[in-house]
């Protein structure tokens, strides 16, 4: 059969001149020739009609079979050449790529510094969401129902004409709807801290609309508030030095009974007096009280038989005096230039 020598002869050529390509442009002009539109299998395979009926399939089948060995044969020649090339032109002499050390966020940092003290202390740590109930945020830590913090101002509130009073309708303003969710699913004794993201609608030098705060609460028949004193007193000294003064003066909280607020010397002035401390040696540091019965009462507690304390603290202000930042603002705006100075 002439059309069969014709094919195989072709086959020959095809193999010849892809054998003798020797760059990428070479390899597209041979497949451009022989396997374009304008090739000679291509035109064999559209002219099939002129061959005998018989002929037919035979010849489609030869002329398929060729086309797709070679032209598979011509790609992979070219896959391997481009490969070589890539190798040839990397130096492995060179330099790899600088690697950039990243850093912890200061507020990452010093969140670790305040727990791991209270863990060496004997705390475990616990955690809570952010979306909060009014019961958890408020009610259940004896809030009145017309007290100032749970206003609009302070809080930001999801959906406020939501029934369901399970469904979370706020973001916590505090840590403490925790000191709940613990004491429900827990008995005593257990003393805890509890790290966490709380949000005020707020913003200045001082305040962030979102910022952190450790959580601490101690429960059990005899936690008085000698212990409460002793606690916060050795976590201040380890983590602003010994040399600090300690100050507790007596304040309010809906939650706890007493209350204190916890103050240090200022770490700026040493205590004479400057613009940090606004000229009273005194930097305020954290709120604690003994936990009100009432609190206990919405856990579940008897008061009469358990006792405990509870403190709170804001991790950018600690953070803020322990490296003399002046505006709270600079933890979020991820300017590298702040940020690396805490590598
Ligand atoms: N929850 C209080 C606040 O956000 C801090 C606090 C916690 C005070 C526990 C006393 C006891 O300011």
Known sequence: MEIKQKLADLARTIEEDIAKTSDLASMEDIRIKHFGKKSELLEILKNIK????????VIGQVANKIKNILTEKLNNKKINFQAKQQKESLDSTLDGNPFVRGSLHPITTVKAQIVNIFQKLGFGISEGPDMETDYYNFTSLNFPHDHPARDEQDTFFLDKNDKDENK??????????VQIRYMKAHKPPFQIVVPGTVYRSDS????????HQVEGLAVGENITFANLKWILSEFLYQM??????IRFRPSFFPFTEPSVEVDISCVICGGTGCRVCKNSGWLEILGAGMVHPNVFKSAGYDPEYIQGFAFGMGVERVAMLKYEINDIRLFYENDLRFLKQFR
């Open 168 to 177: 979370p309708l706020l973001l916590r303003t505090h840590t403490s709807p």
């Open 204 to 211: 200045d030098v001082s305040h962030t609309p979102m910022f």
């Open 240 to 245: 602003f030095g010994s040399s600090i003064d």
């Open 50 to 57: 002129n061959y005998q009926p018989e002929e037919r399939p």
